[in-house]
């Protein structure tokens, strides 16, 4: 989804601004724009591009331009083609005011013929140049007040900022459902604006998060926040990322560097989580809840793309070790479906964002017919953390890459914890949640075994990124790892078709499409339904079709199966795949590398979707 930035402040620095763009380069990268106060000129100066923010900052630095307010944005197209006109910021007839926006307006089209019969001119296809006109439209010299009157009319979902030059001295912003924060810098009185916290790390200590139906107001006087025209009191609170967390180091991507970061990811999430001697998990964030979770007996898990997948897992190893019916919900199918919810239905919601308008969406839904709404999610502070009933964070550090690899790890561990959780307010023994915990407990280690095999991978990788389709196939746990697979090659590549299966649906139609040309991706763990698995290779390499197996160390049979093969150490089956992704991330990695793509942000895609 789009990326938007704010600043107010003495600094009339413009770079300060680009370079927290570019630290949201991943919601969006279609074209980039900004708007700059020019107070020598009293007139607002704005330049706008196709593609990435370097040539944006390429394009501005020919005639840079000091001053402030200044506004930035970063497109992830949803209403109107990639084009410069389409680009943001937008503005009115007279460029007096200019809007960047992240977020939908439904009844644009509506609004936009009525302006159009007031005699405004349209230059754009998108739903966000409304917005400057009916900002025009109510405009008698006080920017907050016409803005407040021009967001009544809007249907659908928006975080935006505003600047003016007939009344230059501040900047509006406002939010519902896109994520938008306000941070105070370094020096007093400046501001800095922001759809995610990344962006501003370097520049603000404190931070507030607006709720729906805020606009927040910046002037060298006051900041001040209205909802509903009513004065908010707002506290600043800590920003808590650390710097370095959102650098490369001496990867050449995020992708690499977070896939690298799996191990410690696993040992964050469990950090003081792991009572081994009772067998149990201790969940902080869910205290508050405990007694009422001892009444669930239907857990809904929601999420969409990877988190979904971590979702399907936590279903197997929930209905398996603490006996409660799990259902998995698609966010963006989940609310427009009739779900059976009573107030003995627990809903849990996974997002590495916690923006993801589907999974939010479908949240909501299930929290008003009744369900305790729980989560899962790696940014504090984000929308889903204020939805939840109760959660659990991943702490493991901003995840740039858009594509989702360490924290999908993390969900995992810590959905293995909350079948301890609930198994042992049920019928799970010490033993097994003994078991669990110290098998947990060795995870990080064997994961790091597993990325001393990078270069082996690497190699396989590029030997079979000529191909163009794939399958990945597993059962049971490593199901929606097939699944998981086949998504990272499509996602980093954009140029492979691969597709996840549960191996024993294969002989029920896609094996039609098995010969040489079509490698499968096998991940067949010492597990109880290796038999199976193996059966799967066997009908696979009977047409001829090549294999990559992800087995576990010491077996040799596999050895004479597979064309290729990655091993991965021995640990509990339900744990299997918090091991066996790690290959498959690689995998994708290596391949999407060795095809030229930037593998941190993929054509089409953006790192959090908040619109439907
Ligand atoms: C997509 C990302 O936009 O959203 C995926 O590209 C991610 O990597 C999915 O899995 C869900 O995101 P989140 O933040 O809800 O986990």
Same mark, same amino acid.
């Given at each position: ?7 107010? +402040? ?14 949201? !380069? ?8 900004? $708007? ?9 100066? =704005? ?15 020919? =005639? ?57 001119k349209f230059t754009s296809e998108t739903d966000t140049e409304v917005i400057s006109h009916l900002i025009e439209h109510y405009f008698k010299g006080n920017l907050e007040e016409a803005t407040a009157k021009a967001l009544k009319l809007l249907k659908g979902t928006y975080a935006l900022a505003v600047i003016c030059r007939d009344d230059p001295e501040k900047l509006v912003v406002a939010r519902l459902s896109s994520p938008l924060l306000i941070g105070v810098g370094l020096e007093n009185g400046d501001y800095l604006v922001a759809s995610d916290p990344n962006a501003i790390v370097p520049y603000a200590k404190k931070v507030v998060y607006l709720e729906d139906n805020e606009l927040a107001v910046m002037t ?22 650390? #710097?370095? *967390? ?24 469990? %950090?003081? /989580? ?5 067998? &149990? ?11 009422? #979770? ?12 990877? $988190? ?10 929930? !209905? ?25 239905? %627990? ?7 916690? *923006? ?11 929290? /008003?017919?009744?369900?305790?709404? &729980? ?25 740039? +890459?858009? %594509? ?33 915990? =110290?098998?947990? !407990? ?25 191909? /163009?389709?794939?399958?990945? @196939? ?7 790892? $097939?699944?998981? +697979? ?18 024993? !649906? ?77 290959? %498959? ?7 999407? @590398? ?19």
């Amino acid at each position: 989804m789009c990326g938007i930035i704010g600043y107010f +402040g003495k600094q009339n620095n413009v770079k300060i601004g680009i370079d927290a763009l570019k630290r949201l !380069e991943y919601r969006g990268y279609d074209s980039a724009g900004l $708007a700059v106060y020019d107070h020598e000129k009293k007139s607002i100066f =704005s330049i706008k591009t196709v593609g990435r923010i370097d040539r944006l900052e390429e394009l501005f630095y020919k =005639s840079p331009v000091s001053g402030s307010p200044f506004i930035l944005h970063t497109r992830w197209a949803t209403t109107g083609k990639v084009t410069e006109e389409n680009a943001h910021p937008q503005c009115d007839c007279k460029r007096n005011v200019f809007v960047v926006h992240n977020g939908i307006i439904e009844n644009y089209k509506d609004l936009k013929e009525k302006l159009k019969a007031k005699g405004h001119k349209f230059t754009s296809e998108t739903d966000t140049e409304v917005i400057s006109h009916l900002i025009e439209h109510y405009f008698k010299g006080n920017l907050e007040e016409a803005t407040a009157k021009a967001l009544k009319l809007l249907k659908g979902t928006y975080a935006l900022a505003v600047i003016c030059r007939d009344d230059p001295e501040k900047l509006v912003v406002a939010r519902l459902s896109s994520p938008l924060l306000i941070g105070v810098g370094l020096e007093n009185g400046d501001y800095l604006v922001a759809s995610d916290p990344n962006a501003i790390v370097p520049y603000a200590k404190k931070v507030v998060y607006l709720e729906d139906n805020e606009l927040a107001v910046m002037t060298s006087e006051k900041f001040f926040v209205l909802k509903e025209n009513v004065l908010e009191d707002k506290s600043f609170e800590d920003l808590d990322i650390k #710097m370095e *967390e959102s650098q490369k180091g001496e990867f050449s991507h995020f992708m690499l560097k977070e896939i690298f970061e799996e191990p410690e990811s696993i040992r964050k999430s469990i %950090a003081g /989580r792991l009572l081994i001697e009772e067998g &149990l998990a201790n969940l902080g964030g869910l205290e508050s809840v405990k007694e009422k #979770m001892k009444g669930i007996n239907r857990l809904i898990i929601l999420g969409c793309g990877t $988190a979904r997948h971590a979702a399907m897992i936590g279903e197997y190893m929930i !209905e398996e070790y603490a006996g409660i019916p799990v259902e998995v919900g698609i966010g963006s199918e989940f609310r427009y479906k009739k779900p059976v919810i009573d107030e003995n239905t %627990a809903v849990l919601a996974i997002s590495q964002s916690g *923006e993801t308008a589907d999974t939010i969406g479908a949240l909501k839904e299930a929290k /008003r017919k009744g369900a305790l709404a &729980l989560g899962i999610t790696n940014t504090v502070g984000s929308t889903q953390t204020r939805e939840t009933d109760a959660g659990v964070y991943n702490h493991v550090g901003p995840e740039i +890459g858009v %594509a989702s690899t360490k924290v999908f790890v993390s969900q995992l561990a810590i959905l293995a914890l909350l079948t301890v959780f609930l198994g042992r307010q049920r019928g799970m023994s010490l033993v097994t949640g003994k078991k669990i915990a =110290s098998e947990l !407990e060795k995870l990080p280690g064997l994961a790091e075994k597993i990325l001393g095999q990078s270069e082996k991978i690497k190699k396989i990788a590029e030997k079979y990124s000529k191909y /163009r389709n794939f399958f990945f @196939l597993g059962r049971k746990y490593n199901y929606p790892i $097939a699944l998981e +697979g086949a998504l990272k090659l499509k996602e980093v590549t954009t140029l492979i078709h691969a597709e996840g299966y549960p191996a024993g !649906e294969m002989k029920h139609g896609p094996i039609a499409l098995i010969d040489e040309n079509f490698p499968t991706f096998c991940f067949v763990p010492s597990d109880s339904v290796y038999e199976k698995m193996i059966n799967a290779i066997e009908e696979t390499k009977a047409r001829n079709g090549k294999v990559i197996a992800v087995a576990t160390e010491g077996n040799e049979e596999i050895k004479k199966m597979a064309d290729d093969l990655i091993y991965i150490p021995q640990t509990m089956e339900m744990l299997t795949p918090i091991l066996s992704v790690i290959p %498959a991330h690689l995998f994708a990695a290596y391949a999407g @590398l060795k095809l030229g793509k930037d593998i941190d942000k993929p054509r089409n895609l953006a790192k959090s979707v908040t619109v439907e």
